[in-house]
T-cell receptor, first 115, second 114 residues
Framework: DSGVTQTPKHLITATGQRVTLRCSPR?????VYWYQQSLDQGLQFLIQ???????AKGNILERFSAQQFPDLHSELNLSSLELGDSALYFC??????????????FGSGTRLTVV | AQSVAQPEDQVNVAEGNPLTVKCTYS??????LFWYVQYPNRGLQFLLK??????LVKGSYGFEAEFNKSQTSFHLKKPSALVSDSALYFC????????????FGSGTRLSIRP
């Protein structure tokens, strides 16, 4: 157990729907990162939050949004889902950010299947 | 642009033989480099990292990696492979422009045959 908790583990939903993925970071970690892993795209960085504030944005679609709450858990919202959004979505956490980022701890992921 | 490259999609090794998974990097300045492993249906697990100091870094499960500045490489090695080492391995580098971000390579699937 890495200490980073992601729920749900699996999600099957229809095109056009909206889902919310949840992540609880490792105890003491203030930064949360979201990644998408699909077969043909590898690991794609989506977005980072640090202590409740958005810090960095990657290739995140406008249909996707995220937030980090005061208790530091984070949610990734995916809306108007398309077949191509089917992927593994990983959350990672780290103690610091910027030059205090010494590596991530990953959760076990949420497998999203859009049908 | 900063990046890491893993030139091999797949590496096949017989159990008991040494293994090498290759990684080269392209960054300005002194890189922070990482190796992660992903077992089936699991998240990525940290194996080891290079920040500074000794060019040979020892990590989890008997893995080590050698930082070579002149060749801009950070190859992952293990003297004697186990079947249980079969997994997907990712090399990664901390982004020099935004140190919050870690840039991952495309991954190398390591298959160890009994």
């Amino acid at each position: 157990d890495s200490g980073v908790t992601q729920t749900p583990k699996h999600l099957i939903t229809a095109t056009g729907q909206r889902v919310t993925l949840r992540c609880s970071p490792r105890s003491g970690d203030l930064s949360v990162y979201w990644y998408q892993q699909s077969l043909d795209q590898g690991l794609q960085f989506l977005i980072q939050y640090y202590n409740g504030e958005e810090r960095a944005k990657g290739n995140i679609l406008e249909r996707f949004s995220a937030q980090q709450f005061p208790d530091l858990h984070s949610e990734l919202n995916l809306s108007s889902l398309e077949l191509g959004d089917s992927a593994l979505y990983f959350c990672a956490s780290s103690v610091g950010t910027g030059y205090f980022n010494y590596g991530y701890t990953f959760g076990s992921g949420t497998r999203l299947t859009v049908v | 642009a900063q990046s890491v490259a893993q030139p091999e999609d797949q590496v096949n090794v017989a159990e008991g033989n040494p293994l090498t998974v290759k990684c080269t990097y392209s960054v300005s300045g002194n890189p922070y480099l990482f190796w992660y492993v992903q077992y089936p249906n699991r998240g990525l697990q940290f194996l080891l990292k290079y920040i500074t100091g000794d060019n040979l870094v020892k990590g989890s499960y008997g893995f080590e990696a050698e930082f070579n500045k002149s060749q801009t490489s950070f190859h992952l090695k293990k003297p004697s492979a186990l079947v249980s080492d079969s997994a997907l391995y990712f090399c990664a580098v901390r982004d020099m422009e935004d140190a919050s971000k870690i840039i991952f390579g495309s991954g190398t699937r390591l298959s160890i045959r009994p």
